[in-house]
């Protein structure tokens, strides 16, 4: 059996440090400063209820990045039938601040959500106003984290992205609308 010890810790964390800072370090100028013209790439994101853990695929037009995803999530209730919900997005990142590894960006966003809940069929849609920041540690990949505004039409059977509510209009200001992600770049 192999003892761990306090010292032994420490090393790996200070390798682990060390690891991280050779890959950013030495990485090189990345894309971000590039902008998006031209690129194209191909995500994966874990944004939980709001839009789902998906696939989205960007497109990058000078200083903008259009994006369109696919996301399913499933409910598995211990009593009861299980919900799947399948969401779609489109929007816009543009670029508004970068530097030779990070990006910071603000966009606009139209999502569409579609389950059953019991015997109706429930549509969503949720308009959102997403800040992102790209962190890329060498030059095809970039790692994500999204925040923003997100405005939810709630309707007669409840809301896709906003279990529990029902008819009217949930406002998310400042949350993980987008949570986190990454991409490969070419």
Do not use: C
């Amino acid at each position: 059996m192999v003892e761990y010890s306090k010292e032994t810790g420490m090393k790996k964390l200070h390798m682990s440090a060390m690891a991280l800072a050779l890959t950013t370090f030495a990485a090189g100028a990345a894309q971000a400063e590039d902008n998006f013209g031209g690129k194209k790439g191909l995500s994966v994101s874990t944004g939980g209820a709001s839009t789902g853990t998906g696939l989205a695929f960007d497109y990058g037009l000078a200083n903008m990045a259009i994006e369109a995803g696919l996301g399913v999530n499933a409910f598995m209730p211990k009593d009861g039938d299980t919900v799947k919900t399948i969401l779609f997005n489109a929007g816009v990142h543009y670029n508004a601040l970068h530097a030779s590894q990070a990006a910071f960006t603000a966009g606009g966003r139209l999502r569409l959500g579609m389950d059953k809940a019991g015997e109706e069929d429930r549509t969503s849609i949720a308009i959102d106003i997403p800040m992102r920041v790209y962190w890329f540690p060498i030059t095809n990949f970039s790692l994500h984290a999204e925040t923003g505004i997100a405005i939810k039409m709630v309707g007669e059977f409840g809301s896709v992205f906003a279990p529990g509510l029902t008819e009217g209009k949930a406002l998310d200001i400042l949350t993980p609308i987008g949570g986190m992600g990454a991409t490969f770049w070419w």
